[in-house]
């Protein structure tokens, strides 16, 4: 009896040796924690004034670029201890330099960590709102500013809610009204280490309106970046430990629909979307073990992936940019404008390159 209780038990230690085993394998597969990338470099030079990274970037049609700085997320490096900034760069200028944006009205600038960020251009009138996930203790509220010439951002309006609570990125569809994703299901590192590697699927994208707030998509596992196509019609999510962009059609009401998800091989992080060609634009995350496990002999590399003819048969996923972190670590996003790019990452430089 006890010997079969000690085979039984042995057996028992044995299998879940045996599933820890396996759910760290598929942890360094979600990971893809063996990759290298090949480097690949554009002409390219370091933005001015960013040395603690810029984790999101958008461009206007008119080429002014918006970019979010000094992020401190649980985590990740950040070797800044001063509260995030937000800069103005001009693509048309022959030396873009990014400029500080001088914030004002209420918002406390001494907690202010900006993290994902989207412009909306009223057409009635031209005016340029900037939204912007910010994470006050690392909470998480959406600001929301108006642009005024040259390097000034009023803030308008801050807005919590308990749908929006690990807000990742958002891309704005009116002067009040986005998208956002939520990165994480738990708060708590352990719990959500957990839903990670049981691979459960728990989170969402969700609308918010000042009439209503609600989840329009879920089952994602971590929807990281979040764009709209030129037409408006489609709406882009990074599900970034699934390595796919998954494409969801806008209808009445603003309900989502499900359309596709494209396989890049890659933790993509944010979306930048060409006005003119509509290409997809990713900042992505070779290899996330190292970005992780940061380590500056073995740093984290950098990936720009293009995405041609998203809505067709056969999309076209080319390689645009790679480093292997020695020139920029742990890229976020790429922003094309006419022939030039901004490549931004988490905290260390940002990247303004030449195309072709
Ligand atoms: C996805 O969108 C394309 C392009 O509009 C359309 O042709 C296709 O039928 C859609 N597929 C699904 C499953 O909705
Ligand atoms: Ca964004
Ligand atoms: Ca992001």
Known sequence: MAA??????????????????????????????????????????????IEYGAEDITVLKDGLAFLSTGLKFPGLPSFSDEPGKMYVLDLLHPKPTPVELQIKGGLDLSSFNPHGISAYTDEADDSVYLFVVNHPQHSSQVEIFRYVEKDTLIHLKTIKHPLLYSVNDIVAVGVESFYATNDRYF?????????????LALCDVVFYSPHEVRVVASGMRAPNGINISPDKRYIYVSDIID????????????????????????????IEVDHKTGDVWLGCHPNAMKLTNYDPEDPPGSEVLRIKNIHSQQPAVTLEYADNGRVLMASTVAAPYEGKLLIGSVFHKALYCLLK
Do not use: W
């Open 4 to 49: 079969t209780k000690k085979v039984l038990l042995a057996v028992a230690v044995a299998a879940f040796a045996a599933f820890i085993g396996y759910k760290f394998l598929k942890l360094k597969e979600i990971l893809l924690a063996s990759r290298e990338v090949p480097v690949k470099h554009l002409s390219c030079h370091y933005l001015q004034n």
């Open 243 to 270: 390595h796919e962009i998954d494409v969801y059609e806008r209808q009445e009401g603003e309900r989502l629909v499900y359309n596709k998800s494209v396989a890049v091989g890659s933790l993509c992080d944010n």
């Open 187 to 199: 708060h708590n590192d352990a719990l959500q280490f957990l839903v990670v590697i049981m691979d």
